[in-house]
């Protein structure tokens, strides 16, 4: 429920502050956290099986809270999207994402995840125009990561404002490809620069042969499409020899290298070398 609950404003996470009181506190809370620098970023590499070299990170939003502590991002995107505060969180996390990635020696790129709210909600070229100018970033380090959900309301539109950004030189992803509202004609109708396999079918691959199936097809497809793939969620030797056996172009999760404040120059644990 919590991955189909994103960017759609019926629903909500019932996992979470289940009271309404407790919503209006978080909604609250949120409007203070963007005042008070509460948010920061973190980052995780991205490892190319060809190379056996990073490429780029990609941005994850972090929330400390003077009392609470960490709030993990599912617990409060969803309420930021609903209360109309994911278009000033959003730009802040591109135009944060841009200045740091500014300052990064090895050059590699930086992904962000951009809610289809944010579509609906704010000028996202003109934002992210302005965040790359203001960086002094070349826009071909900077991509976005999209949901389905984001071609499948106003997709018109929001194909328009895709086809925009790409004129700008930067990268769209499609992010957990295969969850939610799956649709092939996504694929067909407009030239990913990667597409992600969710992650729920990286985790039972070795044990559930139809999520294997499905990371296969998903595999064979991007080939076909000339259409670069990403495994999401690689926790295990195992899980990444499987993806390398069936070349899996991009590879990304906790056993190449964990989220973090500081970028990592190479994924954890001597990986370039072992592999
Ligand atoms: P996502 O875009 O699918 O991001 C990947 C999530 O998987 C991240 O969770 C990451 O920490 C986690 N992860 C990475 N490798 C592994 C692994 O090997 N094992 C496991 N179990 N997890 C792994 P996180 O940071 O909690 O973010 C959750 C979701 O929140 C993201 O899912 C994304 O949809 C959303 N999110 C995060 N940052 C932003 C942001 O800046 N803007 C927006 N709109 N959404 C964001
Ligand atoms: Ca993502
Ligand atoms: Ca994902």
């Known amino acids: ?27 609250r809370e949120i409007r203070l956290a963007i005042d008070n620098n509460e948010f920061f970023l973190e980052y995780q590499p991205i490892m190319c099986t060809r190379s056996h070299r990073l490429t780029g990170y990609e941005a994850l939003i972090r929330w400390e809270h ?27 996390v591109v135009r944060r994402a841009c200045a740091d990635a500014a300052l990064w020696k090895n050059g590699l ?78 694929l067909r109708d407009f030239q990913f620069d990667k597409v992600k396999i969710a992650r729920s079918f990286i985790r039972d691959m070795l044990q559930q042969p139809h999520s294997a ?3 296969d097809a ?27 056996e069936r070349s899996c172009t991009f590879v990304q999760g906790y056993f190449i290298g964990r989220p973090d404040r500081e970028i990592a120059e190479f994924p954890a644990g001597g990986l370039l070398s072992e592999v």
């Open 109 to 186: 790129s930086v992904s962000v995840n951009v809610s289809p709210l944010q579509f609906a909600t704010s000028d996202l070229p003109a934002v992210i125009t302005a965040a790359i100018r203001d960086a002094r970033l070349d826009p071909k380090r900077l991509s976005i990561e999209i949901t389905e959900i984001t071609l499948l309301q106003h997709a018109d539109q929001n194909k328009e404002i895709l086809r925009n950004l790409r004129k700008l030189g930067v990268g769209i992803v499609m992010d957990d490809f295969g969850t939610g509202y799956s649709s092939l004609s996504y």
């Open 1 to 27: 429920a919590k991955e189909a609950g994103r960017g759609n404003v019926r629903e909500y996470d019932h996992n979470f502050d289940t009271s309404l009181q407790d919503r209006f506190r978080t909604e």
């Open 218 to 244: 998903i595999l064979l497809l991007g080939k076909g499409l000339e259409v670069d793939i990403v495994a999401e969620g690689i926790e295990t030797s195992e899980q990444l020899h499987y993806l390398e």
């Open 66 to 92: 003077p009392q609470r502590g960490r709030i993990p991002p599912d617990r409060f995107i969803g309420i930021a999207e609903e209360c109309g505060l994911i278009a000033e969180i959003g730009e802040w």
């Open 213 to 215: 199936a499905i990371v």
